[in-house]
Every structure is written in structure tokens, then in C-alpha cells.
């Protein structure tokens, strides 16, 4: 499952060079090198669409894609930047909060923000604010947990368990991997049910 179409639109660091709201959007946000770039590329099967890194704390620009997904009409994909990098100087750090913020709060047209968490370290006091906040300004969190590929298969679905608790989650996030693609439908489908979500009935 992929894309029909995928390409690169815009990159903005302040909200006054956010593109026109036109297309419902998805985003990914997490930490640093989580694999939010490449659970990007394996979901629109462009490989490279989206910067991938091995140097964490890349990618520091909302970064916009317009994708045609495999069934429905166009969206935005934006891909955030990191969140929790140590080395990234202080001052760079205290700017992201308030440029995510003010994207996630105040972009009408978002559908849900996918969150990335690594198998292999679970979810931190970082995720826990992140979705308190989602819930304070009504964004839906769709919970993945990424690099699935990294834990025997025996382990993966007990991680997930334990991310679903640590986060009080309804039910288990979605279990990813940019290497063999696993997850990658119930994502879709995740995605496409949030953006159609409060679509007029026909
Ligand atoms: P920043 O933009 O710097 O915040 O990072 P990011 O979250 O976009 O992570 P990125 O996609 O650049 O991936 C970081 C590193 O993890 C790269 O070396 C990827 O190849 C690797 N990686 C990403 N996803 C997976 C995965 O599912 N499995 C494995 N084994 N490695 C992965
Ligand atoms: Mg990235």
C-alpha cells in the first residue's frame, strides 16, 4: 500500500510562512531520529521524499507534502521536527516548543498527529505532555511504535502493550517498521478514517 502521488510542497520555521490551509492535514512528531522521516517515505513509497537522517535533530523545519493517498482525494503530510535532541543547543530547543505549539493549536485544518515512539525506549514524560496537549486543543493522537524491526518478534506486540499503558491509551498503537514495512495498512487506514472523519454525509 502507497501513495499514488507524493512531493514536496513548502518548508517553514515561523508560522508566518506556513502555506495556505487548503487540504487536510496529518503530522508526525516525536524525538529526535524516533524515524519520523522514514515512517514518512515507506507511507508514501517514495524512498528520500522526506530528509532521513543518521545525525539526530535534523530536520528543524515543518516540511510539507502533498500526497495522493491509495483511496480519496489529496492531503498534506507535514513532517515536524524533532523534539528531546540533548546535543541541539539550548536556544534552538526553547524555539521548536512554541513553533509546534502554535502549528498544532491553531491549524484548523489538522486531522491527527501521528506519534512516534521507539520500541526500544518506550514512552517519556515527553510523549505523556505531548498528548495532554493534543487533548487540550482537540487533535486526535494516532500512537505508533517505530523501528519495530529492532525487537524480536515475540517482544513486539509487549511493547506495544506496555507503550498503550504508559500512555492510558484506548488501545494499542500500531506497530511500524520503515525496514520490512510492517504497519503500514492499519496506518493507512488510521489516516484515511481521521481525514474523512467529519465529512459531510453524501
Ligand atoms: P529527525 O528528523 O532528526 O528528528 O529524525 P527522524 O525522526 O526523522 O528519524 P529518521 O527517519 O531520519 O531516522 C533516524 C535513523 O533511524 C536513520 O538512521 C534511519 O535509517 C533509522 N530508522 C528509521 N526508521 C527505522 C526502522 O523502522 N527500523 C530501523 N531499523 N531503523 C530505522
Ligand atoms: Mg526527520
Redesign the pocket.
Known amino acids: 500500500m502507497k501513495a499514488k502521488s507524493a512531493e514536496f510542497v513548502i518548508s517553514a520555521a515561523e508560522p508566518s510562512r506556513f502555506p495556505r490551509a487548503t487540504l487536510p492535514e496529518i503530522a508526525f512528531a516525536?524525538?529526535?531520529?524516533?524515524?519520523?522521516?522514514?515512517?514518512?517515505?515507506?507511507l508514501v513509497g517514495v524512498s528520500g521524499l522526506?530528509?532521513?537522517?543518521?545525525?539526530?535533530?535534523?530536520?528543524r523545519l515543518l516540511n510539507w507534502f502533498r500526497v495522493v493517498p491509495p483511496r480519496g482525494p489529496a492531503m498534506h503530510f507535514v513532517?515536524l521536527?524533532?523534539y528531546g535532541?540533548a546535543r541541539v543547543p539550548h536556544d534552538m530547543r526553547a524555539s521548536w516548543r512554541p513553533l509546534i505549539e502554535s502549528y498544532l493549536g491553531d491549524r484548523q485544518v489538522l486531522r491527527g498527529l501521528v506519534v512516534?515512539v521507539d520500541a526500544r525506549r518506550g514512552a517519556e514524560d515527553e510523549e505523556r505532555e505531548l498528548l495532554e496537549w493534543l487533548h487540550e486543543v482537540k487533535v486526535p493522537p494516532l500512537v505508533v511504535v517505530?523501528?519495530?524491526?529492532?525487537l524480536p518478534k515475540n517482544k513486539r506486540k509487549p511493547a506495544a502493550i506496555l507503550v498503550q499503558r504508559e500512555l492510558g491509551l484506548d488501545r494499542a498503537p500500531i506497530l511500524?517498521?520503515?525496514?520490512d514495512s510492517e504497519g503500514i495498512v492499519p496506518l493507512w487506514r488510521a489516516i484515511l478514517q481521521h481525514v474523512n472523519a467529519d465529512e459531510p454525509e453524501p
Open positions: 516525536g524525538r529526535s531520529n524516533v524515524g519520523k522521516s522514514s515512517l514518512l517515505n515507506t522526506a530528509r532521513t537522517s543518521r545525525t539526530p535533530g535534523r530536520t513532517d521536527p524533532g535532541y512516534l517505530t523501528k519495530a524491526d529492532k511500524f517498521s520503515a525496514l
